[in-house]
T-cell receptor, first 113, second 115 residues
Framework: AQSVTQLGSHVSVSEGALVLLRCNYS??????LFWYVQYPNQGLQLLLK??????LVKGINGFEAEFKKSETSFHLTKPSAHMSDAAEYFC???????????FGTGTRLKVLA | SAVISQKPSRDICQRGTSLTIQCQVD?????MFWYRQQPGQSLTLIAT?????????ESGFVIDKFPISRPNLTFSTLTVSNMSPEDSSIYLC????????????FGEGSRLTVL
């Protein structure tokens, strides 16, 4: 069975500081891993994804994530937070061909001026 | 990519009534997904809607409560029936991108408040 754990339902960082949002997964087969962002009153949009190949993936808005199989992690980072990064972030795991996603419980990022 | 339009974007409903949410996609897709996002919680898949067949419901969701229509490859509706305050939630329509990479595209959601 698959599962996703996001550590920290709320994270606050100062503007310009490093953003680190944690995600650990469990999967019995090689997973596809995703980070989605949800801005207020909007649906989710894809930030980045890992399917195969390079384990460090870059996404939109300066975000990146590294797939670490040994640690079953897929943490999201951004070197310098911007006020516009304030949103809710969801980590998700998907098994190819099943059309089934497991979403984490989300982390709400607050950026302090 | 896919552009998804949902309506209504929000509504306030009375207990015991029903509301139908519409989802329009700008391209033809085989499968459409309906998710529920309860306040402070993650996304939960309600059902998968295939054109020309009955929707497939996840555990804990039933057709009588959440009837779904899928009349063509670009449109679907979800009805929330006999609503109670526990149905207050955001309902999201979603489709999967081409090539089975797993990427999901979402509508902006329909925020329902049941009084």
């Amino acid at each position: 069975a698959q599962s996703v754990t996001q550590l920290g339902s709320h994270v606050s960082v100062s503007e310009g500081a490093l953003v680190l949002l944690r995600c650990n997964y469990s999967s019995s087969v090689p997973p596809y891993l995703f980070w989605y962002v949800q801005y207020p009153n909007q649906g989710l949009q894809l930030l980045l994804k890992y399917t195969t190949g390079a384990t460090l993936v870059k996404g939109i808005n300066g975000f990146e994530a590294e797939f670490k199989k040994s640690e079953t992690s897929f943490h999201l980072t951004k070197p310098s937070a911007h006020m516009s990064d304030a949103a809710e972030y969801f980590c998700a795991v998907y098994t190819s061909g099943t059309y089934k996603y497991i979403f984490g419980t989300g982390t709400r990022l607050k950026v302090l001026a | 990519s896919a552009v998804i339009s949902q309506k209504p974007s929000r509504d306030i409903c009375q207990r015991g009534t029903s509301l139908t949410i519409q989802c329009q996609v700008d391209s033809q897709v085989t499968m459409m997904f309906w998710y529920r996002q309860q306040p402070g919680q993650s996304l939960t898949l309600i059902a998968t809607a295939n054109q020309g067949s009955e929707a497939t419901y996840e555990s804990g969701f039933v057709i009588d409560k959440f009837p779904i229509s899928r009349p063509n490859l670009t449109f679907s509706t979800l009805t929330v029936s006999n609503m109670s305050p526990e149905d207050s939630s955001i309902y999201l329509c979603s489709v999967m991108g081409q090539g089975n990479t797993g990427e999901l595209f979402f509508g902006e959601g329909s925020r329902l408040t049941v009084l």
